[in-house]
Structure formats: C-alpha cells, structure tokens
C-alpha cells in the first residue's frame, strides 16, 4: 500500500504504459534487474544527470531539476528543462534522454507529460510542448502536450494510483511482443524461461534412456 503523501515516481509512468505489471513489479513489489538496455540508459543518464544551471543564447537551461505535481501525486527529476524567454515571461520545455531511438508506444511521451504537468502547477504557466532525445539517433523528437496525451498521461497516473494503492499487481501485458526487452522477464513470468530449460532436460533424458 502506498502512504498518503508518497509520491508517484515520474518514471513509473514510463513502466506503466509499457506495461502495468512492470510498474507494479518495480514500484509495489520493489523487484529490479539489469540487462543490456538498462545499463545503456544509466549510462546516458550518468552523463546527462550532472546538474547545474546555465544559460546560452538567453535560453536558462536548468540539468536535473526536481519537480512535482500535487493534483496528481507525482513528483521526479527532469533531466534537462530549458526556459525560454518571453514577452510575458520564461516558458519551460522538458528534455528527457532516452537509450535508443523513438519507439512505437507512447510510454516516453507520456513520462515526458508528466514532467510538463508539474512545471505548470509549480510555475503556474502553460508548458505546451517538450523534447525526447534519443541516444541512438542523436536528435531530438519534439513532443506537443495536446488533450489526448494529456489525457493518457492522466489516465496512467490514475491507474498506477489505483494498482499501487490496492496493492495487488496486474497480470503480464497481452503486448507479448514487449517482454523480450524487459529486463523482469525472468522475474514475470518465469515459467517462459523454464518451459525451455524443461524440454532440454527431457530430451537429454530420453537419449540418455535409449
């Protein structure tokens, strides 16, 4: 169960619309393991998560900054959230790094949202849109904070509150094809990874009794 005042992770969005079990298994059943992808994203974050603030071209660029969003329960760090100088004043944009390149789910949009939601509560401006840069891609994605990803970024906040609260973990995503990148495969489903190991076992086992 989570507490009152204990505040949802901003990357548990990203998990959670990748899929709710994930995030349960991270966030409610404090369950974690490496492999090739996320050591990939530590390292970029090790780079990126510096800190510090500084300006170029008028532009405030403010590295790691500590956000949160009362309304929602949410709260997190931005890896980078540049201000941009206007007539009535800075409105900040969101860039989040990510490892590889843009993907077909809109879990990164929705992480990077939710990062938009608390910079409005905390600077009381409207934030409209964001970036997502990748690694492998070397580039930046431009991301519009429009109703529908408003929406579903609301809705995952929603859900994962719900999941967490009740404490009782979802079972694995029909997206099957999204758990050969999922560093808790063998965590989530181990019988996936048994069935293998079982047919190697009896087949070794009916030549050794030929």
């Not at 992808?37 to 510096?50: M, R």
């Not at 009362?70 to 997190?76: I, K, V």
């Not at 069935?195 to 009896?202: E, G």
């Amino acid at each position: 169960m989570t507490e009152l005042n204990d505040p949802i992770p901003l990357s548990a969005l990203q998990h959670a619309v990748y899929c709710l079990r994930q995030a349960a298994l991270i966030h409610l059943e404090r369950l974690w393991a490496e492999n090739r992808f996320t050591a990939e994203g530590d390292v970029l974050h090790a780079v990126a998560d510096k800190g510090g603030s500084r300006k170029a071209r008028g532009v405030r660029r403010v590295l790691v900054l500590p956000l949160a969003c009362r309304r929602l329960n949410l709260a997190g760090t931005a890896d980078l959230v540049e201000f941009i100088p206007g007539p009535d004043g800075e409105t900040a944009f969101p860039v989040e790094y990510k490892r590889g390149k843009p993907k077909l789910h809109r879990a990164d949009e929705v992480q990077l949202c939710a990062q938009a939601l608390c910079l409005e509560e905390m600077t009381g401006r409207p934030v409209p849109q964001g970036a997502l840069f990748y690694a492998q891609t070397r580039r930046r994605v431009i991301v519009p904070f429009d109703a529908d990803l408003r929406a579903l970024t609301e809705a995952t906040a929603a859900d994962l509150a719900q999941v967490l609260d009740s404490g009782v973990t979802p079972p694995p995503t029909p997206h099957k094809s999204r758990c050969r990148a999922c560093s808790l495969l063998d965590l989530c489903r181990p019988q996936a990874v048994a069935r293998p190991v079982r047919q190697w076992r009896d087949r070794m086992l009916a030549r050794a009794l030929e």
